[in-house]
């Protein structure tokens, strides 16, 4: 594959950030004062729906999940993991690494999305 179709992919921090900002309202974020961690939230409430970060050398994310689709999602794919560093039984950690397809790594970030809209802050 070229680097200009891996780009294109959900397999890199700048693609799955470039998707999260696409849907509206939101922002990037970087409040940990350390790079490794990108986050994209809503403007209205500052919530949080996609944290982007490399560990172990893989470039990760982190999103929310309704309990009943979060079992579906793990249970579907071995790179769908508890979340990483957050409450576990709301957020799961999705390794990047090309194994999850593209169009369901774009559903697992806007259903996030749609778990934080309208939370109030």
Known sequence: MTKAGK???????EAVLSYGLSL??????????DENWQLVRIRKNKKVFLWSYE???EQCIN???NPEWR???RSAYEAV???YHQNKEH???VILN????????????AESYDLVVNVKK
Not at 7 to 13: A, C, F, S, V
């Open 91 to 93: 957020w799961s950690t």
């Open 24 to 33: 509206p309202d939101t922002y990037q974020d970087a409040p940990f004062h």
């Open 55 to 57: 560990r172990g050398g």
């Open 81 to 83: 993991q508890p979340g």
């Open 63 to 65: 999103v929310k999940m």
């Open 71 to 73: 079992d579906f999602w």
């Open 98 to 109: 090309g194994t999850v397809p593209d169009e369901d790594v774009k559903r697992m970030i």
């Open 7 to 13: 780009e294109n992919k959900m397999t890199t921090r």
